[in-house]
């Protein structure tokens, strides 16, 4: 019996240090929309990410996706950037956000998923906001 006892417990500590550096939006992510880095965005991409930037929508790896981000940001300079509202369950992740840059703002989704232990971008959106 106190060996069944340890076994459970010693199964839940598991689950639970395993999920635990992955509650919510990666800081990060917002640093990268703020800052306008590419870079520092595509580090949370996914090895392939379904990416929809205004009209173009695609399926990128990550090296082209970061490229597109980056032609993004080149075209459209950060202001700032804001998540409004975020969910999800232990293996996956959304958040919706509302980038104002020198051009205008744009409304932007990301729908993450668990990767060995910690949360990669899938999907990503970046549609044009009216204010």
Do not use: C, W
Not at 16 to 41: C, H, M, Q, V, W
Not at 50 to 57: Q, W
Not at 114 to 129: A, L, P
């Amino acid at each position: 019996m106190k060996l069944l006892l340890i076994n459970i417990i010693f199964l839940v500590l598991v689950r639970l240090t395993t999920y635990s550096d992955i509650s919510g939006i990666p800081e990060g992510i917002p640093n990268a929309f703020k800052n306008g880095d590419a870079r520092a965005l595509a580090a949370y991409f996914n090895n392939y990410i379904e990416l929809v930037i205004l009209d173009n929508e695609d399926v990128y790896n990550k090296s082209q996706a970061e490229s597109l981000i980056k032609d993004f940001f080149k075209k459209n300079p950060t202001k700032d950037f804001e998540i409004i509202h975020q969910g999800g369950k232990k293996t996956s992740q959304y958040a919706i956000g509302h980038l104002k840059t020198k051009t205008g703002g744009f409304r932007v989704y990301i729908l993450m998923k668990v990767e060995n232990t910690k949360y990669v971008i899938h999907q990503m959106r970046i549609e044009k906001y009216e204010e």
